[in-house]
């Protein structure tokens, strides 16, 4: 009996280790050589190594480091600053314009870099302050500035969609473009939530004065625009457009990021040695974290499939869904995702339970592609839900004094309802990943 259950008590043990608080790849590690002896004996070593090395050698995973290495470089390149202020200016006459700009803003640096950390730290600092400044309730500021950084999450070129396409398999340019219209979904229900707030609470959201934006003339405005969306735009046609055309791969696209950061970097004047000595460092640091974890996965992953830990999961979703249906089945797989986001973060979730899971839900007749997408909107919660929200520990790091802890979680609260209703959209309409695909790459 110990025996035949043996990939549940592996995974319990698993569970149980991470919320105690051990570093989640030395328990992906642990676990797996244990209950690989267990299972295998000491035959386990000589399989191992094997899938280490698939890791390694996996060519599609080079977008990681590559994407990476463009998130970090536009962040210190400035014009996420330039960005803020010129959006800031064109919203200022409306109620809660200035929050509206802030999610446009985190839209287009979520194209441009695909690190939900970096647009978070650099809306943070940026955009908060300003709010407050302007009379904006701490709880919509940060809420605001919250959810929008976890865009980069959904919208294309997105680390996440690069992992769950490569584990899954699906190509990535499928998953980039079957993003794009969930993520302005998403975009467009944080507005709404701000556009009724700023009804309801005016005080919440007051506009800027007319006063201050009377000597900005639509030839100034023009500048500004051109000047602050021209740099952002065209790291997402070079990058974007460049899969979409099918003239690069991911990869190779994620090096033409990589080089159009740069020089957008040198364009604005704030490239140095010293700037690109902490890029690649910190390009090195999420890079290993990111690695790491995944050889600890396909480890435990190995073990876990390799008892047959799939066929019970498989048998036990297949015994719900023979009673209660496929779509049942796929309520609770999200949320079991939506509820472990609460402890862990999306690298984790991503390697440890989509392996899982994905392959089960297709054999039940689900589209892989929307089904990915589903577990990325998903994941996007992680970023801000308690104890373990890593948007909102970006935000309190960076925030002024008079933030605390507990406004950001008020605040964010609305937000992840918004969220969900987000994934119920695109649960019921399939075709907002679908479509997209099916009409450029027919």
């Known amino acids: ?59 599609t995973l080079l977008a990681v480091p590559l994407f990476v290495f463009m998130g970090v470089m536009l962040e210190r390149s400035g014009l996420a600053e330039e960005l803020l202020d010129t959006m800031g200016l064109a919203f200022g006459r409306l109620r809660g314009g200035l929050a509206i700009s802030v999610v446009i803003v985190g839209a287009l640096l979520g194209a441009s870099t695909g690190i939900v950390g970096a647009t978070v730290v650099t809306m943070g600092l940026l955009a908060v302050p300003t709010m407050l400044k302007r009379g904006y309730q701490k709880e919509l500021a940060t809420g605001t500035v919250s959810a929008s950084g976890t865009l980069g999450q959904i919208i294309p070129p997105s680390i996440v969609l690069v992992l769950i396409g490569d584990i899954v398999g699906v190509p990535v340019g499928d998953l980039f473009m079957g993003a ?24 919440w959201a007051p506009p800027i004065p007319k006063e201050e934006l009377a000597a900005l003339t639509p030839a100034i405005m023009l500048k500004k625009f051109s000047r602050a969306l021209f740099p952002p735009l065209f790291l997402m046609v070079a990058v974007l457009g460049s899969i979409f055309a099918g003239v690069a791969s991911p990869t190779e696209a994620a090096g033409v990021g990589a080089v159009g950061a740069t020089l957008l970097t040198i364009a604005n004047k704030k490239f140095s040695m010293k700037i690109l000595q902490e890029v690649m460092h910190s390009t090195m640091q999420l890079t290993c974290m990111v690695f790491i974890i995944l050889v600890g996965a396909a480890s435990f992953g190995l073990v876990f499939r390799g008892m047959g830990g799939d066929h019970l999961v498989r048998e036990f979703l297949g015994g719900i869904a023979h009673h209660h249906g496929q779509w049942t089945v796929l309520f609770i797989v999200m949320g079991i995702i939506f509820v472990i986001g609460f402890f862990l973060d999306f690298i984790e979730i991503t390697f440890i339970h989509v392996p899982v899971l994905a392959p089960i839900m297709i054999e039940f007749g689900f589209d892989p592609a929307w089904f990915c997408i589903l577990i990325a909107v998903n994941l996007q919660t992680s970023f801000m839900t308690p104890p373990f929200g890593f948007s909102l520990f970006y935000l309190k790091a960076v925030t002024p004094p008079e933030i605390s802890t507990g406004d950001i979680y008020r605040g964010i609260i609305p937000f992840v309802l918004f969220q969900l209703i987000g994934l119920l959209i695109v649960v019921m309409f399939p075709q907002l990943v679908t479509w997209l695909p099916s009409v450029v790459f027919r």
């Open 1 to 59: 009996m110990f025996m035949e259950y043996l990939p549940g008590w592996m995974f319990l043990a698993l569970t149980i280790l991470l919320m105690i608080g051990f570093p989640v790849t030395f328990t992906l590690m642990g676990t797996a050589l244990t209950f690989g002896l267990i299972g295998f004996g000491w035959d386990f070593f000589n399989l191992l190594p094997l899938r280490i090395w698939g890791v390694m050698t996996n060519v």
């Open 180 to 203: 794009v219209l969930p993520g302005m979904v998403l975009v467009g229900l944080y507005i709404l939530y701000i556009l009724i707030v700023s009804f309801i609470k005016p005080g």
